[in-house]
């Protein structure tokens, strides 16, 4: 047999858990892996962030040769918050389709084998959208939006006309009755003067009796029945764009309750991965090939969707639920493709244990604002049983694996508490180094600050995860700072004040440090990365507002949301875990380190873009 490599990606396990787990022998398969090879540290990227690690896993570069630096970046003319992983270029002509187009930058290593002639299959890899169509076969991950372009808006739909929306969905107020007439939102029509919104019909018969709902979606060949608290299945939806023209979608419903009045939730409308509105597979026929063998599956780049629990339209248990049906086509997908796999490269990746520990972090944490002794005794062990559940497909793949193939089983960073905020705009305004408009303060600013700061006298400004854009001369619109000594004052300014801050209310320190893009990053795009990046100290996160380049309503705030676990602090903090079925020859492995040491057991050369260094 050929040699091969199978690669599995769990975002975001936490070493520390994966230690304990592993002491009392509770991670049997990590262990035999373990045993077999190795076990280290993996040293992430900075900052830590999961669509800025996969892409340096990827090329084997920093990230200032893949472009990718944050899940936000900012619009240097416009200084507003924009998706930082792609972007749409407009159609050439009224009857085309936009065109969507990847920020990130370098060549994966997956390329450079396909390009040598080895089979490569890659599952759901973040910054894989859309697909590069030299590259064997992948299929999209973090980064893929719903058929309206967001990355994951869903519809809560409620008899309650006193109901408002919450963050990032859209709210439908349904009629009283048992027969109720509605509609589920689909993509933008951008055709049409003004822009509407293409929808699909959806009636909804009550049975109180049952304590279900029956959803009858227009065109579909049968109807779904569900019971209170319960998910669906994924469900074909079709959305005319005119009498010749229409776009399919996916959707899956989940009943709240249906007394004493009827509320439901539908996902976010995914891709129909047999017809997807912009290219999600490579070749483009796959995802309608893996459909076929395994079922309709999520295409949204974050499937989990974590955004309908923050909102509290679904409980913690129900939130589970979604998860562990994300994680069994996650399952499905490796497994069927494991069954053909003769040579070369298998990938898959595993969002959900990130996502979950987002949300659930506070019920291991009884110092976090948001704990709740009642939910932690229930669901504290869930947590725990997801990396169990890891170790379970481990299990499963472990016989696959004879000498001739390389397994790693690798984490892009760990994990933390995120307790407390800090606003990092609010400091840069206290500190004179942000101006806001005459009149206006940071309370009176709702959404981004844009329109609200006096560009002719900031100095700085923060947008993103972390990041701190200086307002340079020829690279913003409204740039005032000269290169040199004018760009140095400013710089040392924000180091000095930032570094080992600590929080007001407890003394402890909040910020670890500030480091200096030019002394992180290299390649042909690291002009694209803020100009400092702010370390965080674990317990502490920048702001939800001022990663959108806004304010909140104090310097520090406690975190009572449902988000209440984090990796966005000082990368030395929150590294990955890989594990080897072979020896590692240091045992201080780097993200960038993979990509070569995949081509290394197949036997291809690494292109001179590469910094890392094979591993074994």
């Known amino acids: 047999m050929s040699k091969r490599v199978i690669v599995v990606g769990f975002d975001g396990l936490e070493p520390a858990i994966v230690d304990s787990l592993l002491g009392r022998g509770e991670l049997p398969n990590f262990d035999k892996i373990r045993r077999a090879g190795s076990y280290a540290r993996l040293r992430t990227t900075y900052p830590a962030q999961t669509p800025v690690a996969w892409s340096s896993f990827a090329t084997g570069t920093n990230p200032g040769g893949h472009g990718i630096f944050d899940f936000i970046r900012r619009d240097p003319q416009t200084y507003e918050p924009d998706l930082a992983l792609s972007h749409f270029e407009p159609p050439k002509n009224s009857w085309t389709p936009p065109r969507v187009v990847s920020n990130r930058k370098g060549e994966a290593f997956w390329q450079v084998l396909h390009r040598a002639g080895v089979p ?9 959208f859309p697909p590069e169509a030299d590259a064997g076969t992948i299929l999209a991950g973090v980064g893929v939006p719903d058929i309206r372009g967001g990355q994951g808006t869903g519809t809560f739909y409620t008899q309650d006309r006193g109901a408002s929306s919450q963050e990032n969905e859209q709210l439908l107020h349904l009629d009283p009755g048992d027969e109720i007439r509605t509609h589920i939102i689909g993509p933008r029509d951008t055709r049409s003067r003004p822009v509407r919104d293409l929808a699909s019909e959806l009636t909804v018969r009550v049975d109180r009796a049952a304590r279900a709902l029956r959803f009858e979606i227009a065109g579909a060949p049968a109807a ?11 469900v074909r939806v079709k959305f005319k764009l005119s009498l010749l023209q229409s776009v399919t979608g996916i959707v899956r419903f989940f009943v ?13 409308v995914n891709f129909d991965p047999a017809a997807p509105l912009f290219p999600i597979s490579t070749p483009a026929q796959y995802a309608r090939e893996l459909a076929g063998r395994i079922g309709l599956f999520s295409t949204l780049g974050m499937a989990e969707d974590h955004t309908g629990h923050n909102n509290g339209r679904f409980d913690e248990r129900d939130f589970l639920a979604q998860c562990d049906l994300v994680f069994a086509e996650r399952e499905q997908m490796m497994f069927a493709e494991l069954e053909r796999l003769q040579g070369g490269l298998l990938f898959t990746l595993f969002d959900t244990p990130d996502r979950l520990q987002h949300m659930f972090w506070k019920f291991r944490d009884p110092g976090h604002p948001a704990y709740d002794p009642d939910l932690a005794r229930e669901f504290a062990a869930d947590l725990e049983e997801l990396y169990r559940r890891c170790d379970r497909v481990l299990g499963r793949l472990l016989p696959a694996c004879d000498e001739n193939t390389l397994l790693l089983v690798l984490s892009d960073h760990g994990f933390n508490s995120f307790r407390r905020a800090f606003d990092t705009n609010t400091w840069l305004w206290e500190q004179g180094l942000l101006a806001l408009k005459p009149g206006s303060k940071p309370a009176d600013v709702e959404g981004p600050a844009a329109a609200h700061v006096d560009w002719s006298k900031t100095y700085a400004y923060a947008v993103g995860l972390g990041g701190i854009y200086l307002n340079r001369r020829g ?9 040199g000594a004018d760009a140095e004052r400013v710089c040392s300014a924000i180091e000095r004040g930032l570094t080992g801050l600590a ?7 909040a910020i670890h440090s500030v480091s200096r893009s030019e002394r992180l990053y290299s390649g042909a795009y690291a002009h694209d990365a803020p100009d400092l990046l702010v370390n965080f100290e674990p317990g502490f996160r920048v702001s939800w507002q001022s990663a959108l380049g806004g304010f909140a309503n104090s310097l520090f705030a406690d975190n009572r949301r449902r988000w209440s676990g984090d990796h966005i602090i000082h990368p030395e903090a929150v590294p990955g875990i890989l594990f080897a079925n072979q020896a590692l020859r240091r045992p201080d492995p780097h993200i960038t380190d993979l990509a070569p040491t995949v081509l290394a057991h197949l036997g291809v050369a690494p292109p001179p873009s590469m910094e890392g260094a094979a591993l074994l």
Request: hydrophobic share 35%; aromatic share 8%; net charge negative.
């Open 120 to 128: 490569t299959t890659v599952l759901r890899c973040p910054c894989t």
């Open 503 to 509: 929080d007001q209310a407890s003394g402890a320190p």
């Open 475 to 483: 690279r913003e619109s409204a740039g005032i700072l000269e290169e």
């Open 256 to 268: 709240r309750q249906v007394a004493p009045q009827v509320e439901f939730y539908a996902s976010p």
């Open 224 to 234: 779904v029945e569900l019971k209170e608290k319960s998910w669906g299945p994924w």
